[in-house]
Structure formats: C-alpha cells, structure tokens
C-alpha cells in the first residue's frame, strides 16, 4: 500500500471524497491507507493502531460507499458498530454525519443515560447503521424493539478496552445473534488474549493490519515523570500548568471522589475546570465535552472514561494526575495529545507507592520515563533531625542506647521492682513493746516487709485492730495444730511449724 498518497487512490466514492474534501482531509494515515482497500473488499479485518491515528475514519469511511445501495427495514438495521463508552459512540455517530453528508444514510445512537422513546421511534423507521454500546444494545433487544438478522457489517472497535471494562461475555452473547454471512472488523491498541480469542472465534480468515507496535506512544508526544509527596499533589499541578502555560489539558485521576476535589482546587486557582466521569448524567457528559472542545472549559478532570477514542484538536497537555494501573490506559490517557500530526506533552504525578506502575508502564512501552524534578517534587522525605536549640534533658535515651556496649542479662532486662524499705516500716504503725524492744537498728533496717520477724507483724496486726486484728486473730488459730489437721497436712511435726526449702527460716504470713 506504499502507492497510496490520497484518498482517490484508495476506491471512495465521489460523495465520500467530496465531504473528505470538505473537512479537509487530503492524505490517509497510515491505518487508513492500509484498512480501507481490505474492507472494500468485504475481507474480515483486525486493525491494530494507536490511539490518534484515525482508526474511526479507516472503518466509517467504507461503510458509508457499502452502505450506499441498499434500504434499511423497520427494526432491522444493516451495520452495527459496539463502543465501549458512550462518547466515543457519540463521537463514531458525528464521523458517519460528517463523511457521510453526501449520502442517504439513516443512523441511531443507542448509550445508556438518555430516554429510550426516542430511539424506539428512530428504530421502527429502519436504519442503516445503528451505534450502540452493549448494555443499552442487548435491553432493547431484550424488549423486542430490534431484530439483528439483516446485519451486514459488524465492527467492534476499541475491543482492548471492552475487555478492561467487562463486556467480553456482551459481545459474545450479541455475536451469537447476528447472521453467520456478515463482515465484522475488529479495532483495538493492543491484542491481549482474550481479544485474540475474540478474532478467531469471530472472524472468518481475517487480514491482519498494523501500523506500530502495540501499545506504543506516538512519537509526537514529550513525555515526563515527576515524583511528589501525596500532600504537594495540588501544589505541583499548578506549578506545571503556570511554568508550561497550558492551553488545555486532560487531567486524569483514579478515583471519581477526587475529581470533584480537583475541580474545586483549579478554580480557585484561576482555572476554567469541569468534571466528566461515569456517574454523571449523559447530558451533563455530552455539554462539558461540548464546552471543551468549544475552549470554554480549558482543564477536564475526568477518570478513564475520557481515556479511549476521543478526539479533540489542540490538546496540548495530558496531566496524570493518578497513576493508571493498568499499563495500557497509560497509552490511551497520553494519546489525547500529540493527534493528528501534532505535538504533545504529558505529565505523570507519581508516589513511591507508584513504583510498580511505572515499572510495568515502562516494560509495555519499552522505554524509559524522564524524571523531572518540579518544585516540592521528586525526593522523598529526609529523615527528620532534632531541633539544634532542643532541651537535651528532655530527650529519653531508649533501651538500646542504655545497655549499648554492656553485657545484656536477662534478669536485668526487666528487673522487679524494689519496694521503699524505709518508707514502709516508719509509715507502718507502732504501737506494741516488741516493736520497741527491737530497737532502732531493726526499725531502720532497708529489709523487705514481707522478711520481718513474724512477732512483729502479729504485734502490729493485733494493734491496728478491726480487718488486721481479725486476720491477725485468723493466723493464730491456723497455726495452732489440732487433731483434725495433724498428720494430714504435711507441714505441721510434732505440733511445730517445720522449715520449707526455698524460702529459708521466714515465710511469709499468707503462706502459713
């Protein structure tokens, strides 16, 4: 297909030449160049592209010239084309007006968030080519509103993404109605396996086209990686957007709570910024587009449903402000740049944590992403030191700077704890001769409570009266041997107490 430098050499009608001439468009891409002869020759075809290559217009534009001859029936429509989202069925919807102007082709859009009225209506009149997404499809066949028996053409486009989204089990169950004699034309930026298993259960000997590697960035697009703090995330994007005067720009993030946030940040800051994700209505959807495209809003912050297909001209900037996690919607986020010939840059805000994102975006694209260091960005954060001026008392030594440099002994590691000796004998109350006969030394002397002479705490459990006086009382009549007790208990000999091993000649009184 090396011949081919225009459109007339491709085999378009005169009316599809002419509403290319009008929008104009002079020259193929290289899918065009490549996809179209194939498809006018009602050849099953796999088309693997990047995104922003034209790979709409290399499957619309021969549709129109076959669709041409030929008459639509009420509820049976020609050609089906499956998007996994609805605005890039939309967008599918205005390349079949804008090519195919010149032609009497009736269409329908079937997306979900929009009343079904009137697609019923438009339904029941006949249409040539009807755009659906899956679920919207299979409901309103589902309600016998459609019959799919006079399918001619059949094109799954974006197949890579209609996997990452679930709709594999749809396709299959939609295939499986439509006639066996049909085309079908399968569009995709990367062929993982199940979509490979797509092909062969679908597709009759399809011609294989590919015009780059997949999942390959275009070469159009500056791409940079800067690390930041999750805080410094806000600061950073708007120290970017000032330092690279942003014209426009599509700023995605992983999760849909954060776009709201994001929104409110940038225009606080100055910007036109709207939000566009999966949980707004379709009519608020279809407006904020509308809007960007029109550079009334000049910053989009939408999740991955902006990621596939959509094509708007002039984008100058990509932000991730998340790093995606899957590799592959790395390359379709930064394909909304850099279209059409033109030039791009994209900008990845990363973590630590994004480490293996990076990793495994790197290793499908097979190169290496530039780090850039922008501002608060790029370095982790050092370890924090104590304040020169610091109080140094006030610092607690741990355990390992005590014991550095002396021999660990387990019984030290956690010592008991030694009760004030002193303390407890002057608080103690004496109030018996025993205690007086002692003496000072033996008042004073740092011994433990419970290793004073027995005597002693009778003397002083009989003065204290009341609680104490009655154990004290108790005490002495257990010790008194009896003859129920003697020879039973083993440690009454001869109605004395005998010594205990282990606890020397004083045993504590609750032990008696």
Known sequence: MSDIET????????ETLRALKDAGYTKPTPIQAQAIPHILMARDLVGLAQTGTGKTASFTLPMIDILSTGRAKARMPRSLVLAPTRELAAQVAENFDK????????????????????????????????IATPGRLLDLFDRGMMMLADMKV????????????GFIPD??????KLPPMRQTLLFSATMPNEVKRLTEKFLSNPRTVSVSAPATASKMITQNLTYVQ???????????????????????CNRKRDIADLCAHLNREGYTAAAMHGDLVQ???TETLAKFKNDEIT???????????????????????DIPMHADDYVHRIGRTGRAGLTGVSWSLATKDDDKYIKEIEKITKSTLPVVEVGASAKSRPAQKPAENAPQEKSQPNNQQKNQGKPQDKKQARPRPVRNADKDVK????????????????????????????EIKRADHKASGGRLAKESKLIENYEKPNANNKGRNPRYKDDEPSDVVGFGDDLPSFMR
Do not use: W
Request: charged letters at 25%; aromatic letters at 6%.
């Open 154 to 165: 059949l094109v799954i486009d974006e197949a890579d993404r209609m996997l990452d989204m």
């Open 283 to 285: 009519k608020t959807r």
């Open 299 to 321: 910053m989009l912050v939408c999740s991955d449903v902006a990621a596939r297909g959509l094509d708007v001209q002039g984008v100058s900037h990509v932000f991730n402000y």
């Open 171 to 176: 396709i299959e169950k939609i295939v499986s």
């Open 230 to 252: 999750p805080r410094d995330k806000k600061k950073v994007l708007t120290q970017i957007i000032k330092q690279e005067k942003v014209a426009n720009a599509f700023i995605f």
């Open 7 to 14: 459109f007339e050499d491709l085999g378009l009608t005169e």
């Open 99 to 130: 090519y195919g102007k010149y032609h009497n082709l009736t269409k329908v859009l079937l997306v979900g968030g929009v009343s079904m009225g009137e697609q019923i209506k438009q339904l029941d009149k006949g249409v040539d080519v009807l």
């Open 427 to 454: 608080s103690a109350p004496v109030a018996s001769k025993a205690v007086e006969q002692k003496g000072k030394a033996a008042a004073h002397t740092p011994v433990d409570n419970h290793e004073q002479p027995l």
